[in-house]
Each structure stands twice: as structure tokens, then as C-alpha cells.
């Protein structure tokens, strides 16, 4: 499927602000209703995204290599802030044992650790308090920071 500029731009956005809501890109792309951001999707992108288990709008892997923001090597880049970098360089690996929030003990690393998940950067593991770990290999997530 060959994207025209407009098309390769609007799948940047897809890919920037995912996991992201239709009145997200209909304010993005000065649609006029969620609808015609739907249709939009599915007649131009819809090899390129799909929706998560929560409804949101998320780039397939293919969407993040032709917009730049994957790359061979299976890096991947994407916008969060300072405490998202700095939750990624201490939680353990995917093959290491699971942490638990609690010890944490601070509203903002929870929301940027479930921030962290919707993005499919950090796995969420369900034991009687849920914990967590990388679902990816830690040299191949950079998160370029941004104002919290």
C-alpha cells in the first residue's frame, strides 16, 4: 500500500500520540466528528493501526518503520516524559523477576508505569498486588522527554 504525503503525515500522528482516541486526531486533522476519523483510518491507514483491548488507536509495528520511529534493529522511540525514561532504566527485564508498585508508593510512577503499558513498552504482570517488568529489552526503548 503506497501512502501519499498526507497519508504518511496523518500515520506520523498515529504513531506520535499513540495509544490515542478519535477526538485526538479529529482535533489533529480538523475533522469534524469522531466518524469521520474512523472512516478516515479505515479507507487510508487501516493496514497501519489497529485498537488496543481499550478502544485506543495504535500504529502496528510496520506504521512506526515507514514513519521512522522503528527501525531494524527493533528500537523503538517514542514521546514520554522524564520519570517514564527514568521508570524504564529500573525496572527489570522481560526475563527478570516482576516489581511491585507498591513500592513505588507515588501516584506519578503508577500513572506513568499503566502510561508505560498502554504504550506496550512495559508488561503489566496480575498477582495479588499487580507488579510490573519490560516487555521489551532496555537497548531497544529511548524515550525522548518532554515537559510532565
Known sequence: MTLSEKDRKRLADVVELQPTKNAELQERWGMDSGSEVHSYLESELGDYYYRDENS?????PEAERLVGEGDD???????GTELE?????????????????????HD????ALHTLSDK??????RKTVPT????????????????S
Open 108 to 111: 506519578a510512577v503508577r500513572s
Open 85 to 105: 525514561r527514568a521508570i524504564v532504566e529500573v525496572l527489570p527485564g522481560p526475563e527478570e523477576e516482576s516489581q511491585s508498585v507498591v513500592s513505588t508508593l
Open 56 to 60: 485506543l488507536i495504535c500504529a502496528t
Open 120 to 125: 506496550g513498552i512495559v508488561e503489566q504482570i
Open 73 to 79: 534493529t527493533g528500537t523503538r522511540t517514542l514521546p
Open 132 to 147: 510490573f517488568r519490560l516487555a521489551l529489552d532496555r537497548g531497544k526503548v529511548e524515550i525522548e522527554t518532554r515537559n
